[in-house]
């Protein structure tokens, strides 16, 4: 229906479509349902009781300030203690170098607002996380596409993209969404390498480095770009753009995510962040602080590396048990996670009505692939969530996607194969 408001809507709005997940999250909410469809953490390793303690401290002794309006920066201290945890990764972060955003998913948006100009080419993965995909359409994006591997990005096939020119690449080093794969340590130094050579800036996602269950880190791309290696007064002049969030380890509630960046490109973030919304939360950042100190996000970090390591362990084993020998998936070593290859003739949009039958859900793959290059690969593939179902969920679930999977590879209702 045409009304006075769809004839006066702008043009960056003509394409735009509701994501996918956050429809989804809609059905999936039914109580009957086991869903592995969103990236939402497990409620139960919330820290509710600290979050309390923090609210009372915060508003008892420095009520006036966090009710009050604030830098569009952010609150120092929480941007000093960002930058300490930052430079224990080689980075020559300071609190200049931060930008509090609300969300990393706001982060996405500035850096769109600051970078692309209708028409402008962006590399990113193929597949990669659709809320950037959606953060970079308003501003007439389009895309050259790297296919990933187990071992990330490819980045043997990186130069052919490199070549054409775009404007920045966008890259998620860790335990990827959706994808669950992470960007092997020989990769890394090839992809800063040939960025720099071809003097393509990169935007570094890592929401969920620190929620790793095997292996060693990796070093941050951030901290290989020789401009941060070089700099001595500090991380004044880098190639990368670092983002990261408290959703996966406090609460995505809080909506606190930052980003790391030259303090050049932070002093025009601020700018653009200004138009957005002044600066966020002055209270939520005040008691994210409070909550974080004294080590205690470090400590709460491994309870929720337990918890979703054992988590992963389950959907694993359950995948081994239950699927079929022709479906594959990817062993992420940490995040949040998996990705799911079907069988070539088994449409991931069809499973998911069958498995809604069964009550299950997930995400289907064509959701994370940009432009029209991936139509026929993309629905090959799903995302599974394995952090917010509990272990017995897990299984059941996992029990329930393998009816719907044998169904359709078998071209039966699932009733069929009960
Ligand atoms: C790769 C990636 N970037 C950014 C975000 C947005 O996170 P936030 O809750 O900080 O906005 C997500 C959320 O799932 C994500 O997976």
């Known amino acids: 229906m045409s009304t006075v408001w769809t004839s006066r809507y702008a043009q960056r709005t003509k394409n735009l479509k509701s994501s996918a997940i956050r429809e989804l999250l809609k059905i999936t909410q039914k109580p009957e349902v086991i869903s592995f469809a969103g990236g939402l953490p497990a409620p139960e390793v919330f820290p509710t009781e600290r979050f309390r303690e923090a609210c009372i401290k915060v508003l008892n002794t ?30 020559k972060a300071k609190s200049e170098n931060v930008l509090i955003t609300s969300g990393s998913q706001q982060a996405l948006d500035l850096i769109a607002k600051l970078l692309i100009n209708p028409g402008d080419r962006i590399l990113v993965e193929a597949p990669t996380y659709l809320g950037a995909l959606q953060a970079f359409n308003v501003f007439g994006a389009e895309y050259i596409c790297v296919p990933s591997d187990d071992d990330g990005l490819q980045t043997e096939r990186l130069e052919e993209s490199l070549r054409l020119g775009p404007k920045f690449m966008y890259v998620l080093p860790n335990f990827q969404n959706p994808g669950g794969t992470t960007l092997a340590e020989g990769r890394r130094h090839e992809l800063v390498l040939l960025a720099e050579r071809y003097g393509i800036p990169i935007i570094e996602d890592d929401p969920y480095g620190q929620l790793r269950y095997e292996g060693d880190h990796l070093t941050p791309l951030i901290t290989l770009d020789r401009q941060n290696i070089s700099g001595d007064d500090g991380y004044s002049t880098g190639n990368v753009l670092y983002l990261s969030t408290f959703s996966k380890t406090l609460s995505p509630g809080l909506r606190l995510g930052w980003i790391v960046a030259p303090p050049e490109v932070i002093a025009k973030l601020v700018q653009i962040k200004q138009g957005a919304d002044l600066h966020t939360s002055t209270f939520t950042q005040m008691v994210a602080h409070e909550v974080a100190r004294d080590n205690f996000l470090d400590e709460h970090i491994k309870l929720i590396r337990k918890v979703y390591g054992e988590r992963r362990d389950v959907m694993l084993n359950a995948l081994e048990e239950y699927f079929p020998p022709e479906v594959s998936w990817t062993r992420p070593q940490g995040g949040l996670f998996l990705w799911v290859t079907l069988p070539e003739g088994v449409d991931a949009h069809r499973l998911f009505e069958a498995a809604l039958k069964e009550n299950v859900a997930f995400v289907a793959g064509d959701s994370f692939y940009a432009g029209n290059g991936y139509a026929a690969e993309s629905r090959r593939h799903f995302r599974l969530n394995f952090s917010n179902a509990q272990p017995d969920q897990i299984r059941e679930g996992v029990r329930r996607l393998s009816v719907a999977i044998k169904s359709q590879m078998a071209g039966l209702q699932p009733e069929a194969v009960r």
């Open 62 to 91: 420095q009520g006036s300030q966090a009710l009050q309006y604030g830098a569009t920066e952010g609150y120092e201290p929480l941007r000093e203690m960002i930058a300490r945890h930052t430079a224990r990764y080689g980075v």
